[in-house]
C-alpha cells in the first residue's frame, strides 16, 4: 500500500485503520472500542483496551531479542558510554521500578524526573511506566524557576533528578537548582532521589529528604516488580510545551494511543524496525526525546542512540561517526543543531563511512532551503523536514519513507501523517484557502492516537487553547500555513509572529528564509518594531558563518539587496544588526518574543527558557552600538 491509500484509510475508516495499527502492540486486554468520539473535541482511543508502555517497550522483547542492544548512551561530556541490552534494560528498569515503589510511588502518582540525557533518565521514564506512575520529565538545566512551576502543576510524589550535567566540558550542578525550586514550591514531594555520577563534588544533601539511589539500587538488584496494566485511556505522562510564546502548558498522553501511535510512526515513518539502529540528538526533557529516543524505537524494538554533549566536540564530525560505529539507520535532528554544523567546515559531513544512513529527519523550527540544501549535498541522504508539536507527541506533517517515500519539496514538511485530518483555513473567514494562499493550519477533531488528551487538570485550558479560535470545532496549531496543488504544506511561521509593514501582513519566517540565502548569513532572525510612520518595521538579527571575510556592514548590505529583490521593498529591513549568538530556548527556538522586546525597549518578559544569557547580552550590546545597516 502506497502513502495516498494508507492515508485515505486512516481518515475515511479511522476505526478499521487504526484497529489494525492497534495489533502493532501488546494488549493484556484487547480494546472493547476503536474510538469512542462522543465527547469532542476529547476523544478516547481503543476504550477497555489494557496495556504498558513499558511491557511493549521493554518484556515485550525479551523473547526474541534479549541480547541486542536497546540503548546506547554516548555522553562526549564525561566520556562514558553505556551499552545497555534488552535483557540489562529490563534488569535496570525493574530495580529502579523497585526503588519507586519503596518508595510508595504507584499508580497515578506524579513523578518529576530531571535529568541529562543518561541511560538512568530512561531507565526511570520507564520504571514509572511500569508502575503506572505519571512522568513528568523536566528539562535538566531548566531554571529553578521553571522547575518549580512545574512541579507545583503536577504535585509529584518524588523528585528524580541528576547531581549535575555537563556542556561543553562545564559541570553545571543540578541539586542546588533542585533545592531552589523545592523552596520556592507550594507542593513539593517528600522526597528528591538523587542519580548521582560524582560531578559535584560538593553537593549538599538534606538529611531525610535526599535520597542516593546507587545505595536504594543495590537493595533491590534482583526484583521483579510486576508490570501494572492500565486502561488504554489512563494518563502516561505529562510534558510542559517549551513556552515560546506563553506560559508551558502541561500536554497529557494516554497509554494505547501512545503506544501504537509509536510502534506506526516509527515504521512507516522514520524507517526503524527490529534490530535497526535510530539517532536522535534530542533532549529526553523534548516531545522528540519522549517519542524517539525512548518509546518508539524500543516500542519496536530498535536501538536507539542518546546523546549528550555537543554538536562539535570533541569536533564536528562526532555525530557522523557514531553513525558509522553503530550503523545508524535513520538520524533524527533539529534545523538548529544542522546550522551549528553549518557554520563549521561542510568536509566535515565526509569524516566518516555513512552507507548504513538512510534517512536525516529535522523537526522543531522551520527548515530554511540553505540549511537544507547544504546538509543534502553533504550527506548525500534524503532531508526529511516534519511537522509537529509538542501537542501532537508525533509527526503531523512529513514524508513517509517507512512507507513510501513521496518527492522531497524543500522548504515543506510534506504531507498529512495518517489520521490527521488537516486543513488551511482563513483566518477570519474560517473557509478552506485555496492552493497558494496564506491560512492557518487547523485539525478536525478527533485528534489521532498519540496526540494530547488534554491539559493536566484543566479541560477548560485545553479547550480555550486549542478549539476556541473558530466557529466550527476545530484544533489550530497557531501556525500559518500554505498548501500546494499536490497537498504538500509550508509552514509559515507561528500566527504571532507577524510583522505588519503599513498595512501588509509579512511573516517573518519569509523574511527569514530570504536573508539567509545570503552566502555570508549562519542563522537570521526577523521581529517587527514599532515604527512611527509604518506601524510596524522588519528588523534583523544574523549571525555569520565562520571565516567569512566580509566586513559587518557590506554582509548585511548584502543580506537587504537579497530581501528587496526577493519579497520587493514593503519587506525591505529597517535595520540589520550582525550579533554572535542569537537567543534561543533550550529546545533551540528563536526567542523572538524576547527579541522584539529588546529592540523595542519593553521587558524581555519570562527569560527562563533562555538556553545562553551571553546570546541575549550580544543582542544588547548591538542595539546599544547600533545596526550595521539602517538607523
Ligand atoms: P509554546 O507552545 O509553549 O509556545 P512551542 O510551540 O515552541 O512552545 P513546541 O511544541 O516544542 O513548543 O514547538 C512546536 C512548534 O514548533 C510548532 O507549532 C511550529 O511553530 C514549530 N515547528 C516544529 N516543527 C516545525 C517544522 N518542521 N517547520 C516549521 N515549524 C516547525
Ligand atoms: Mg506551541
Known amino acids: 500500500m502506497g502513502y495516498d491509500e494508507f492515508y485515505r484509510q486512516s481518515v475515511e475508516e479511522p476505526e478499521r485503520f ?13 480494546p472493547q472500542q476503536i474510538l469512542d468520539a462522543s465527547k469532542l473535541p476529547f476523544r478516547r482511543w481503543f476504550v477497555g483496551g489494557t496495556t504498558n508502555l513499558c511491557y511493549n517497550a521493554v518484556d515485550r522483547h525479551l523473547a526474541d531479542r534479549a541480547e541486542q542492544l536497546a540503548l546506547v548512551a554516548i555522553s562526549t561530556e564525561t566520556g562514558r558510554t553505556d551499552e545497555v541490552t534488552y535483557r540489562e534494560l529490563h534488569r535496570e528498569v525493574n530495580r529502579f521500578a523497585a526503588v519507586l515503589k519503596s518508595l510508595g510511588v ?3 502518582d506524579r513523578v518529576v524526573i530531571y535529568m541529562p540525557n543518561m541511560a538512568e533518565a530512561v531507565y526511570a521514564m520507564l520504571a514509572c511506566a511500569r508502575i503506572g506512575a505519571i512522568h513528568s520529565v523536566v528539562f535538566g538545566g531548566f531554571a529553578s524557576h521553571n522547575l518549580a512551576l512545574r512541579i507545583d502543576d503536577a504535585e509529584p510524589k518524588l523528585l528524580i533528578c541528576a547531581d549535575a550535567g555537563m556542556r561543553g566540558g562545564k559541570v553545571i550542578p543540578y541539586k542546588p537548582l533542585v533545592d531552589a525550586a523545592l523552596a520556592e514550591a507550594k507542593a513539593p514531594p517528600p522526597h528528591v532521589l538523587i542519580v548521582s555520577r560524582g560531578l559535584d563534588k560538593d553537593m549538599r544533601r538534606v538529611e531525610g529528604r535526599d535520597l542516593d539511589y546507587a545505595t536504594l539500587r543495590d537493595q533491590f538488584m534482583d526484583a521483579e516488580v510486576p508490570v501494572t496494566w492500565l486502561e488504554s485511556n489512563e494518563p ?6 517549551s513556552g515560546t510564546t506563553g506560559k508551558p502548558k502541561g500536554i497529557q498522553r494516554d497509554v494505547g494511543g501512545y503506544a501504537v501511535a509509536m510502534a506506526m510512526s516509527t515504521r512507516m515513518v522514520f524507517d526503524i524496525g527490529p534490530g535497526q539502529v535510530m539517532f536522535s540528538t534530542s ?34 564530525g562526532i555525530w557522523w561517526r557514531l553513525c558509522e560505529q553503530y550503523k ?10 544542522i546550522r551549528v554544523l553549518k557554520k563549521q567546515d561542510a568536509s566535515w559531513l565526509k569524516c566518516a563511512d555513512l552507507s548504513s544512513l538512510k534517512w536525516l529527519f529535522l523537526a522543531g523550527e522551520p527548515l530554511d532551503e540553505p540549511t537544507a540544501h547544504w546538509i543534502t549535498e553533504g550527506l548525500g541522504v534524503p532531508v526529511i523536514d516534519n511537522y509537529w508539536q509538542t501537542e501532537t507527541g508525533w509527526p503531523a506533517l512529513t514524508l513517509m519513507p517507512g512507507l513510501e517515500l513521496k518527492p ?19 483566518e477570519v473567514t474560517g473557509q478552506e484557502a485555496a492552493p497558494g494562499e496564506k491560512g492557518v493550519l487547523v485539525i478536525e477533531p478527533p485528534l489521532p492516537p498519540g496526540c494530547l488528551t488534554t491539559v493536566w487538570r484543566d479541560d477548560q485550558r485545553y479547550i480555550a487553547s486549542y478549539f476556541s479560535h473558530f466557529k466550527e470545532l476545530l484544533y489550530s496549531s497557531l501556525d500559518w500555513a500554505i498548501r500546494d ?15 505588519n ?4 501582513r509579512l511573516g517573518t519566517r519569509e523574511i527569514e528564509e530570504s536573508v539567509a540565502t545570503h552566502s555570508a548569513v549562519a542563522e537570521a532572525a526577523v521581529v517587527g518594531v514599532k515604527d512611527e510612520l509604518k506601524g510596524q518595521v522588519p528588523v534583523v538579527f544574523a549571525t555569520l558563518k565562520q571565516g567569512v571575510t566580509a566586513t559587518s556592514e557590506d554582509a548585511a548590505r548584502g543580506m537587504q539587496q537579497a530581501v528587496t529583490e526577493q519579497l520587493g521593498a514593503v519587506a525591505r529591513p529597517a535595520r540589520i544588526y550582525v550579533v554572535n549568538a542569537l537567543p534561543k530556548t533550550r529546545s533551540g527556538k528563536l526567542l523572538r518574543r524576547s527579541l522584539q522586546a529588546l529592540a523595542q525597549d519593553t521587558d524581555p518578559g519570562d527569560l527562563s527558557t533562555l538556553d545562553d544569557p551571553n546570546a541575549l547580552e550580544e543582542v544588547r550590546k548591538a542595539l546599544q552600538r547600533g545596526p550595521d545597516l539602517g538607523s
Open 328 to 337: 545508524v539507520r535513520t538520524m533524527f535532528s533539529s534545523p538548529t543543531g
Open 485 to 499: 496543488a499536490d497537498g504538500y504544506t509550508n509552514i509559515l511561521g507561528r500566527t504571532d509572529d507577524v510583522i
Open 408 to 426: 522531497v519539496k524543500w522548504g515543506s514538511p510534506g504531507l498529512p501523517a495518517p489520521g490527521y485530518r488537516m486543513k488551511v483555513i482563513n
Open 501 to 504: 509593514v503599513a498595512g501588509h
Open 236 to 241: 502516561s505522562y505529562l510534558l510542559y510545551t
Open 18 to 30: 487504526w484497529g489494525e495499527q492497534a495489533r502493532l502492540i501488546h494488549w493484556e486486554v484487547p
Open 283 to 316: 533532549d529526553v526533557g523534548w516531545a522528540v526525546g519522549h517519542s524517539y529516543n525512548v518509546y518508539g524505537p524500543l516500542i519496536v524494538g530498535a536501538t536507539s542512540l542518546l546523546y549528550e554533549g555537543l554538536p562539535t566536540n570533541p569536533d564536528p
Open 106 to 108: 504507584g499508580k497515578g
